[in-house]
């Protein structure tokens, strides 16, 4: 499971010494905005829904998660009801948790594919310089009243693991509504995001986790 929740910090860490030079291109205005807006972004609390696909599976997996971003960059994700899969900041250490081992455990946060990983849960760290570096970009077809971007890796390598993703927003409030990935092996996973909402109290205290074994 994690290897699959690391898919999109594949997504996101595709230049590994692999891509193509950048060019002078500009992502598409939607996909800008946003960036802008996610660098004050305010602390919130964030629900969604997962639905994987892949040939060997006769019917969609679906789960439920939540997610939790904080102003100062710390951070919890969780999937699962109750939680099967769960990936903590708490600003110096990346920890992440899971149902099979019961244990926590302390993930790399200097390899690259772990940073970007963190900076799209994060976005904050996210550049329009560093996206056309590694993918090539254009508008998805409207769904009112969503605007779509396509990101499809310029890198060979990535793009036998990942086609593409797509991201889907609510341009009138500057916010992620859906991410759709297609991997290389015919599977898929789409990502549903609710509004953010404002941490109460008891939000306030999921970070830091337990100390790391």
Same mark, same amino acid.
């Given at each position: 499971?994690?290897?699959?929740?690391?898919?999109?910090?594949?997504?996101?860490?595709?230049?590994?010494?692999?891509?193509?030079?950048?060019?002078?291109?500009?992502?598409?205005?939607?996909?800008?905005?946003?960036? !802008?807006?996610? =660098?004050?972004?305010?602390? $919130?609390?964030? /629900?969604?829904?997962?639905?994987?696909?892949?040939?060997? &599976? %006769?019917?969609?997996?679906?789960?439920?998660?939540?997610?939790?971003?904080?102003?100062?960059?710390?951070?919890?994700?969780?999937?699962?009801?109750?939680?099967?899969?769960?990936?903590?900041?708490?600003?110096?250490?990346?920890?992440?948790?899971?149902?099979?081992?019961?244990?926590?455990?302390?993930?790399?946060?200097?390899?690259?594919?772990?940073?970007?990983?963190?900076?799209?849960?994060?976005?904050?760290?996210?550049?329009?310089?560093?996206?056309?570096?590694?993918?090539?970009?254009?508008?998805? !077809?409207?769904? =009112?009243?969503?605007?779509? $971007?396509?990101? /499809?890796?310029?890198?060979?390598?990535?793009?036998?693991? &990942? %086609?593409?993703?797509?991201?889907?927003?609510?341009?009138?409030?500057?916010?992620?509504?859906?991410?759709?990935?297609?991997?290389?092996?015919?599977?898929?996973?789409?990502?549903?995001?609710?509004?953010?909402?404002?941490?109460?109290?008891?939000?306030?205290?999921?970070?830091?986790?337990?100390?790391?074994?």
């Amino acid at each position: 499971m994690m290897n699959r929740l690391l898919l999109t910090g594949t997504l996101w860490g595709c230049g590994l010494g692999c891509a193509l030079a950048g060019s002078a291109a500009e992502v598409p205005g939607v996909l800008g905005d946003w960036l !802008a807006a996610r =660098k004050h972004a305010a602390d $919130v609390r964030v /629900e969604f829904h997962t639905t994987k696909s892949m040939p060997a &599976l %006769k019917e969609p997996v679906k789960a439920a998660g939540r997610f939790w971003s904080y102003a100062d960059g710390r951070f919890r994700w969780e999937t699962g009801t109750p939680a099967t899969l769960v990936l903590v900041y708490d600003g110096a250490t990346l920890q992440s948790w899971d149902a099979t081992s019961k244990q926590w455990r302390k993930l790399d946060t200097n390899s690259r594919s772990m940073g970007l990983w963190m900076d799209f849960l994060d976005a904050r760290n996210l550049t329009e310089a560093g996206l056309l570096k590694d993918f090539e970009i254009r508008e998805a !077809a409207e769904t =009112k009243p969503l605007t779509g $971007v396509i990101l /499809e890796p310029k890198s060979a390598r990535v793009r036998r693991d &990942l %086609k593409q993703i797509e991201l889907r927003f609510n341009a009138g409030e500057q916010r992620l509504v859906q991410m759709h990935i297609q991997q290389g092996d015919g599977g898929s996973q789409t990502m549903d995001f609710s509004a953010p909402g404002r941490m109460t109290a008891e939000d306030r205290t999921v970070v830091p986790p337990p100390a790391a074994n």
